[in-house]
């Protein structure tokens, strides 16, 4: 039945004028046509109203929320409500997603045991004007039983990423509008959904992941509080994994937040999450601390070849 495939995406977005046309569109431009998109406004104060009811009047598939900027874990959870599909598709309001994302996925789940209930894919940096940002790196493969994987790190990357069956987001009671600072609220749903079904991954670039300043992951304060709020109802929940664990998972995220840091110029939370990362496994930060001086001076290499070199945009990338 047709109603059984059909997929719900959602887009939670405040004062989001400046990306959300492009994001409409790759989703309007998916080889997979079954889709419903729902956009949550959380209380705009700029065009992104008017510019979300264009969206409305141009294509019948579009529906328009409004709500009163209750957060975006509560804007998640307002649209899946509303939502028909069986299957669930977040969608951040400044990322883009590749044409084949979501046939790609949909392929996969139908393909997979009944227990697999969650499909992600690779995401790739992209800077304000789409943009490639280098350097393109493999992400996880992990797939089956993804927990210990999970109290790890955030192996999905974002929220843009995953296809989930809207029963098994009910199951876990959706996205945890308590989290406060809410940054973190994506890997808490799915250290919640790997308890009850299986992950299965695409090893392909098929999501364009926004990096700029004033995105949610750019408040490395706010990020870091979340994540440590993750990370304290992860041990309590489960307090018999082993050590490497938790060290990991401190290198992970404390890397991360240090790389993120240092690039919005926060040079004293760069210093504090790096020596964090240092403490958990100081040989593989070492690494990644050259890895990223090598980076830098192959990008100062490529900018002096500008000239000569195109840059990529997203949607001009291979998917591997």
């Not at 299986?198 to 949610?216: C, D, H, K, Q």
């Not at 240092?278 to 290499?301: D, N, Q």
Request: glycine share 6%; aromatic share 8%; with cysteine.
């Amino acid at each position: 039945m047709l109603e059984d495939t059909l997929v719900s995406v959602v887009i939670p977005v405040y004062n989001g004028e400046r990306f959300l046309a492009r994001t409409i569109s790759s989703v309007l431009a998916q080889t997979y046509q079954f889709i419903e998109i729902i956009i949550v406004d959380n209380g705009s104060t700029d065009r992104t109203p008017s510019m979300a009811e264009a969206a409305v009047a141009s294509d019948k598939r579009v529906r328009l929320i409004r709500v009163e900027k209750p957060g975006v874990a509560t804007a998640r959870n307002v649209g899946i409500l509303q939502s028909q599909g069986k299957f669930i598709a977040p969608l951040d309001a400044d990322d883009l997603w590749h044409p084949n994302k979501i046939a790609s996925q949909l392929s996969l789940m139908q393909a997979s045991s009944r227990e697999v209930g969650v499909v992600y894919c690779w995401s790739i940096d992209i800077d304000e004007n789409d943009f490639v940002i280098p350097p393109i790196v493999p992400k996880s493969t992990a797939s089956g039983v993804v927990t210990v994987e999970l109290a790890k790190g955030n192996i999905l990357g974002n929220a843009s990423s995953p296809l989930i069956k809207r029963s098994c987001i009910d199951a876990v009671g959706g996205y945890d509008m308590n989290l406060q600072p809410p940054g973190a609220h994506d890997w808490k749903l799915y250290l919640a959904l790997s308890e009850i079904c299986e992950f299965a991954v695409i090893p392909e670039y098929l999501v364009g992941y926004r990096r700029w300043t004033a995105s949610m992951s750019g408040d490395v304060t706010a990020m870091s509080q979340s994540v440590e709020l993750v990370e304290r109802w992860l041990s309590e929940k489960w307090p018999n994994l082993p050590d490497e664990v938790g060290r990991q998972r401190k290198y992970c995220m404390s890397s991360y937040l240090a790389q993120q840091a240092l690039k919005n110029k926060q040079f004293v939370n760069a210093f504090r999450h790096g020596e964090a990362a240092y403490r958990a496994r100081p040989t593989e930060w070492l690494e990644l601390s050259r890895f990223r001086f090598l980076a830098r001076i192959s990008g100062l290499k490529r900018s002096l070849r500008r000239e000569r070199e195109t840059p990529v945009r997203f949607h001009e990338l291979g998917l591997r």
